[in-house]
């Protein structure tokens, strides 16, 4: 089975390494340097706390690889897990966590409803009197994507998998309804498969083969930040879920600060239809303002004295219910594409379901069934509402 893969970041290799593992020939595309589109902004954030049963299945099924990655891979991956806390401000987004919670045990995740003063038992600096009602799951965690990354292109490669950097796919082929190859660099090539893994850029991907699919690159921005008050490195990764205010602890008492403000997020929207590439990469400074004042909101580290450090900006990939889509679109054409957020943390499970959408013609790992592109013609979405 010949399969080429659109995409060198963490979903395109985490698929060549399960492909090639189960024998495929596999070939990696990559534009640019792996890593070099969104998995290398990612913040690294691995969670269970979702608030649909499907992207729960991926984080669990995704979990399982993480915990043995450096087994598995020989890559210490740093990865810690100080939990997530996610808290309410609204009432109604406290209703809603009891049914998550519920939802989320009965699939195995150990998360737990708390009052805001048992969440400060995880987050001392929390503001308790701004929160209604938190949830805490202590699996939850991060780790560096760029050692994860460098793990499955290893991995991969050792597979036989070849990855071919500075190669941007031009064009993908069709007899009819069929894919049956690429063109890179000038030069076409047959194949069994194409996998399309192009992040932010996978929309204009899916195009080529004549497909539209509503995957919308959005900017996101990250911060470095020297709090006031340290925060120590066992309080979890802290979501105020009502403002989009989010951050977690760094060594040495500094923190990653986050958050998505429309109305601080100065050139912030992508449009659908602009190229992914043109993108401002610079911090956008009214918004880092309003990202450390409502940081501070949150939680008491954040006073007046913290320090921006330096920040970064990079892309979402996302889907109007903030779901993937991960099909078999047309034959020989399998999408792994809209992760909206989530793609480094459910990337191990996502490579494992390429693998056996394209060998065994199904996935037995995850139901993947509402995760498919017709959703968007029948309105049946997945609304994901813990989205950061
Ligand atoms: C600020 C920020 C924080 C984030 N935090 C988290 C987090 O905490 N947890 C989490 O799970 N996720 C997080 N994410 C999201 C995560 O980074 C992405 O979901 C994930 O990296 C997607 O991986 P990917 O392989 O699909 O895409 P990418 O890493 O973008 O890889 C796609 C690759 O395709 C290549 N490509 C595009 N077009 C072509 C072409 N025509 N030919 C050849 N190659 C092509 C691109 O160059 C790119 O390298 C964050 C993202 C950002 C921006």
């Not at 995704?62 to 806390?85: C, N, Q």
């Not at 996978?202 to 020297?226: G, N």
């Not at 903030?322 to 099909?327: F, R």
């Amino acid at each position: 089975m010949h399969v080429a893969i659109v995409g060198g970041g963490i979903v395109g290799l985490a698929s060549a390494y399960y492909l090639a593992e189960r024998g495929a020939t596999v070939t990696v595309y990559e534009k640019g340097s792996i890593g070099s589109g969104s998995t290398e902004r990612s913040v690294g954030g691995i969670r269970a706390q979702f608030s649909t049963p499907v992207n729960v299945e991926l984080s669990l099924a995704s979990m399982e690889i993480w915990e043995d990655f450096e087994e598995t891979f020989g890559v210490d991956i740093a990865y810690r897990r100080p939990g997530y806390l996610f808290a309410a401000r609204d009432e109604a987004t406290a209703e809603a966590f009891e049914a998550q919670v519920a939802m989320q045990n009965e699939l195995g995740v150990p998360s737990e409803l708390l009052a805001p003063d048992e969440a400060a038992e995880h987050c001392p600096g929390l503001q308790t009197d701004e929160f209604v009602s938190a949830t805490y799951s202590p699996t939850d965690g991060f780790a560096d994507p760029h050692l994860a990354l460098q793990g499955f292109a290893e991995s991969a490669r050792e597979a036989g998998a070849e990855i071919r950097t500075r190669t941007g796919v031009t064009e993908i082929h069709r007899a009819g309804d069929e894919v049956t190859g690429i063109t890179a660099e000038g030069e076409p090539c047959e194949y069994d498969f194409v996998v399309n893994a192009a992040g932010p850029w996978a929309q204009q991907v899916a195009r080529m083969a004549d497909v539209d699919l509503p995957v919308a690159p959005k900017r996101r921005q990250m911060l470095v930040v020297d709090p006031e008050t340290p925060v120590p490195e066992d309080v979890p990764l802290t979501i105020d879920l009502d403002t989009g205010s989010h951050f977690r602890p760094e060594r040495e008492g500094k923190a990653l600060v986050g958050g998505h403000f429309p109305s601080a997020e100065s050139g912030g929207e992508a449009d659908p239809d602009q190229n992914p590439d043109g993108f401002d990469r610079k911090i956008d400074l009214d918004w880092a303002v309003e990202a450390i004042e409502r940081a501070g909101d949150c939680a008491t580290y954040f006073g007046p004295d913290s320090e921006i450090r330096r920040g970064w900006a990079g892309l979402y990939a996302v889907t109007p219910d903030h779901h993937p889509v991960i099909e078999e679109t047309l034959p020989g054409f399998v999408n792994a594409v809209g992760f909206s957020g989530h793609g480094f943390q459910h990337a191990p499970a996502t490579g494992q379901i390429v693998a056996e959408l394209v060998l065994d013609g199904a996935s037995s790992l995850v139901d993947v069934s509402a995760l498919a592109s017709d959703r968007f013609e029948t309105g049946e979405l997945v609304e994901e509402r813990n989205v950061a």
